[in-house]
């Protein structure tokens, strides 16, 4: 439950997360808690069936020394109390602390070729180290309180209580020899005695997981209360691929506006490029686009339905992106571009051959059943690329985002990218975000954005020919990078 929830959580709760802690929420802390019920409810509902029977034939048998033997349960919810207190501290800070070491080493694998190359391991292996170390002295805390308070000090009132039952029964008798009916019943009590303090410990040890359990519940219970991406309506439906946006305002976070009233039509089929300095607010326009945060109501629609109405499933069917980065799972190319969804091996083969990733897929030792890797590690970045845009395609969308999607390839390999591009015109709406200008250099329009403002509008040649315009300059300024490069 809690896995399908993290899955549908908003953008932004991943812009705070850190994976390692959400992996240990996830799967740890529920842990704990399922112990609840597979073992410590279980346990303790069979203790105090025996503990009952145990009392109601002490009852039968004497009930004034039955009521000496009662004594025990104040005493155990004492103990118990006490053990709560001290133990909850921590039990808390064990499972923060095992949920931090799963951060750094989820942080420190993801990040491994950055952290060899700058010879950062010993440093990080030394923070791990620290953090391993708290863990131990928190967990050595932990057992502590329960060595000292579960077991042995119950053991102890065990030999107590057995030596105040033989103790009175030694008073009674005044002296005189004890008749073989009463011998009996010292027998059974001392029996009876130790039937009583076993399931007395038996509960208390389930205290332990109890204690487990309940920070753990606390902590899955903050991830369950971040609230899901709210499911759309079904009724908008997205049918040509045409983008309006009006006086689109947005900040992350409020006084800090990061677009300002822009306004921007696109027609189905056009290919629209954005470009714009680093932090000008093109992947934030895209986010919005995308749904990834909520724009104000009204001001992006798509062919005439604001994109908060289309419901969820249609909307993520319509609409393909192509990160930066691309991301690719650990499994075969024909799994990569079907993600899960059911699509037939001419439909996968369509997609590839559409993004232009046909030929090098068919290249591999196996086709379309060669193993990838994790994250595509024995693909170019070119490559993860073109098989990112056969993932996008492979849903048939109406509108493609492309987030940079050239920026880390080479021009050759740039080339085929455009010629997957120029392929789709007409048939998919298409907005890039690019750094390098030659990929939308013949775009249908070219949005050139500034500090969130739309500061230029227009085809290649029309932005050219503004005199100092922004474009002009990045242009003429990337061109003069390259011929440096060249
Ligand atoms: P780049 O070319 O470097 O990718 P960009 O044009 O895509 O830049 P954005 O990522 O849209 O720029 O960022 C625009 C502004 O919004 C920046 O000032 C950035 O700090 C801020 N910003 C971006 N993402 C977030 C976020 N998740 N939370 C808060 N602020 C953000
Ligand atoms: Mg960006």
């Known amino acids: 439950m809690a896995t ?40 303790m509902l069979d203790s105090v069936i025996v503990l009952a029977g145990a009392m109601v034939a002490m009852l039968w048998l004497d009930w004034r020394l039955m009521l000496i033997v009662a004594t025990l349960v104040p005493a155990v919810v004492l103990i118990v109390m006490l053990y709560q207190r001290l133990s909850a501290p921590a039990v808390t800070r064990t499972r923060e602390l095992r949920s931090e070491l799963n951060a750094q080493l989820a942080e420190s694998i993801a990040g491994m070729a950055v952290l060899q190359a700058g010879n950062a391991t010993e440093r990080f292996g030394k923070r791990f180290a620290g953090i391993n170390e708290a863990h131990y002295h928190s967990r050595q805390r932990e057992l502590r309180a329960n060595a000292w308070l579960l077991r042995p000090v119950l053991d102890l009132l065990n030999v107590i209580l057995l030596a105040v039952v033989i103790f009175v029964f030694g008073m009674r008798g005044n002296g005189a020899a004890l008749s073989a009916l009463e011998v009996g019943v010292l027998y059974a009590f001392i029996s009876y005695i130790s039937r009583v303090v076993e399931p007395l410990i038996q509960i208390t040890m389930q205290f332990s997981q109890l204690q487990q359990a309940m920070v753990g519940a606390a902590r899955v219970h903050v991830l369950l209360k971040e609230t899901e991406t709210p499911v759309a309506a079904e009724h908008g439906r997205v049918t040509e691929g045409a983008i309006a946006i009006e006086h689109l305002d947005f900040a992350y976070r409020p006084g800090q506006p990061v677009l300002h009233d822009l306004d921007l039509h696109i027609a ?23 749904r ?15 994109v908060e109405a289309i419901g969820e499933d249609h909307f993520r069917d319509s609409v393909g992106l192509v990160p930066q980065e691309p991301f690719l799972l ?9 993600m899960g969804r059911q699509l037939s091996d001419a ?13 090098f897929i068919m290249g591999l030792e196996r086709g379309y059943d060669t193993p990838l890797g994790e994250g595509g590690a024995r693909l170019s970045v070119g490559q993860k690329q073109l098989l990112a845009i056969a ?74 020919a503004i005199d100092d315009g922004l474009y002009q300059r990045l242009y003429l300024l990337q061109q003069l990078e390259e011929e440096g490069a060249g």
């Open 4 to 43: 399908c929830h993290v899955l549908r959580l908003p953008m932004s709760f991943f812009d705070r997360a850190i994976t390692g802690q959400l992996v240990s929420r996830v799967t740890n802390d529920t842990e704990a808690v399922k112990m609840l019920y597979v073992q410590v409810l279980f346990v």
């Open 268 to 290: 189905p089929g056009s290919f629209h490029g954005i470009v714009g300095h680093t932090g000008s607010g093109k992947s934030t326009l895209l986010s919005l686009l995308l």
């Open 292 to 306: 990834f945060y909520p724009a104000p109501a009204g001001a992006i629609r798509i062919d005439g339905t604001p």
């Open 330 to 338: 650990a499994a075969s190319a024909r799994e990569n571009i079907a």
């Open 347 to 359: 439909q996968v083969e369509a997609a590839a051959r559409a993004a232009n990733a046909h030929d």
């Open 391 to 464: 993932r996008a395609l492979a849903g048939e969308p109406r509108i493609l985002f492309l987030d940079e999607a050239t920026s880390h390839i080479d021009s050759e390999t740039e080339q085929v990218v455009q010629r997957a591009l120029a392929a789709l015109r007409g048939k998919v709406t298409i907005v890039a975000i690019a750094h390098r200008l030659s990929t939308i250099r013949d775009a249908d329009r070219i949005v050139v954005l500034n500090h969130g403002r739309m500061a230029e509008r227009g085809t290649h040649p029309e932005l050219m």
